[in-house]
T-cell receptor, first 114, second 112 residues
Framework: AQTVTQSQPEMSVQEAETVTLSCTYDTSENNYYLFWYKQPPSRQMILVIRQEAYKQQNATENRFSVNFQKAAKSFSLKISDSQLGDTAMYFCACLNQAGTALIFGKGTTLSVSS | DTGVSQDPRHKITKRGQNVTFRCDPISEHNRLYWYRQTLGQGPEFLTYFQNEAQLEKSRLLSDRFSAERPKGSFSTLEIQRTEQGDSAMYLC??????????FGNGTRLTVT
């Protein structure tokens, strides 16, 4: 069974600073997908970034980038130049190769202040 | 692409009543997922459909819960004899054969 662990329940950062959210996972599969989703208060779950496990290159989407360490089963999210609109709960998730189950961590609440 | 639609947005019901939620996935998405999310927690996987076939069910999905996707398009999640512990946000997501999953706004259930 897959498990996803986010060890930081809450993080805070000032505008324009950089913050890194941690995630570790466990899976017996060799091929799988990893995601970071953002859920603003009372709003929809939004995809931030994705990583295919077979790709060694770390994914980047504008201010968001990941540090994917397959051997260590680590998948951290770096947010550069933080903005007030980044305030949300962030979830790390792992999808098995068959695509039948996307398993989430418990989330990290990120607060960005001015 | 009009997004994943869920109905109703909110449902308040008395303990012991039955409730049914509906999810309309993005058109042409053959995969559909149901999740339950309690306040401050991550979504918990409930079940997965590929077209009309229910291929995965979590142990969280007790016999009071049933999900259907009769024509491989919309899906329904029914909870029978609701309990206070069923109070949560119920999320639906869909995808093509490849990820990512796209989520709806959810149905918030309150059991009194």
């Amino acid at each position: 069974a897959q498990t996803v662990t986010q060890s930081q329940p809450e993080m805070s950062v000032q505008e324009a600073e950089t913050v890194t959210l941690s995630c570790t996972y466990d899976t017996s599969e060799n091929n799988y997908y990893l995601f970071w989703y953002k859920q603003p208060p009372s709003r929809q779950m939004i995809l931030v970034i994705r990583q295919e496990a077979y790709k060694q290159q770390n994914a980047t989407e504008n201010r968001f980038s990941v540090n994917f360490q397959k051997a260590a089963k680590s998948f951290s999210l770096k947010i550069s130049d933080s903005q007030l609109g980044d305030t949300a709960m962030y979830f790390c998730a792992c999808l098995n190769q068959a695509g039948t189950a996307l398993i989430f961590g418990k989330g990290t609440t990120l607060s960005v202040s001015s | 692409d009009t997004g994943v639609s869920q109905d109703p947005r909110h449902k308040i019901t008395k303990r012991g009543q039955n409730v049914t939620f509906r999810c309309d996935p993005i058109s042409e998405h053959n995969r559909l997922y149901w999740y339950r999310q309690t306040l401050g927690q991550g979504p918990e996987f409930l079940t997965y459909f590929q077209n009309e076939a229910q291929l995965e069910k979590s142990r969280l999905l007790s016999d009071r819960f049933s999900a259907e996707r009769p024509k491989g398009s919309f899906s329904t999640l029914e909870i029978q004899r609701t309990e206070q512990g069923d109070s949560a946000m119920y999320l639906c997501a869909s995808s093509r054969s490849e990820p990512p999953l796209h989520f709806g706004n959810g149905t918030r259930l309150t059991v009194t």
